[in-house]
């Protein structure tokens, strides 16, 4: 198996089993808990479920995670494949995307972390921990969005690796998902832009692994 077709599998697996579970695994698993709910009386809430789930909630984050780095990986490898005219724009998404990255490691972290501290009984500070890490979270519509913006205008001006076409949606999306982070537009549109974002990188993959045989 070569780099390219690895890259594609990559791109394929990734990112729709990384939706399948947080998406759907998840609360299949773990449970759903009311979203209108303040933050830190939903923190509670979450820290109390994941009490009764602990070994569920720990690896379904796990998973994820681990299924997110595949696909930030396989973003980053399409994005240094790029040559010519896109090359230069393919290398600054190829170093954002790994960079991106810490912002899932260290908000699973923190989340695992608040775990183990509301076990031992301290809830004050399990709550705190749980709601930096959502916190943390918010930042990732940013490294994603301009990563994905970075690559698309780079498919666009290579022309040769994806559709011009892909590219343009590609980096469509990712200005959407950029500016609805400075807007602060709301978590369910915001979701639906992420799940496009997902579709976009599943297609790219197939059409790459295609291209590849």
């Given amino acids: 198996m070569n780099i390219r077709t690895l890259n594609s599998w990559l791109l394929i697996i990734c990112p729709i089993s990384m939706v399948l579970v947080w998406a759907v695994l998840e609360p299949i ?3 759903t808990i009311d979203e209108s709910l303040a933050p830190s009386v939903y923190a509670l809430d979450y820290l109390e479920l994941a009490s009764d789930n602990e070994f569920a909630v720990r690896f379904i984050n796990m998973l994820g995670l681990l299924f997110l780095s595949g696909t930030m990986t396989g973003l980053a490898l399409l994005g240094r494949s790029l040559q010519g005219n896109g090359s230069g724009l393919g290398s600054l998404a190829a170093f954002l995307f790994p960079v991106g990255l810490a912002v899932p ?6 989340s695992l972390e608040a775990y183990g501290t509301f076990a031992a009984g301290f809830t004050d500070d399990a709550v705190s ?12 519509p940013l490294f994603w969005g301009l990563g994905f913006v970075l690559l698309g205008l780079g498919i666009v001006m290579e022309k040769t690796s994806l559709p011009v076409v892909l590219g343009a949606l590609m980096a469509l999306v990712g200005g959407l998902l950029f500016i609805g982070l400075l ?3 709301n978590d369910g549109l915001g979701f639906v832009v992420f799940l496009l974002s997902i579709l976009i990188t599943f297609i790219s993959g197939v059409v790459l692994l295609r291209r590849s045989d």
């Fill in 183 to 185: 807007l602060s537009l």
């Fill in 29 to 31: 698993l773990v449970g």
């Fill in 105 to 110: 490691v260290i908000a699973v972290g923190l």
């Fill in 129 to 140: 921990l749980e709601l930096l890490s959502g916190a943390v979270w918010t930042g990732m």
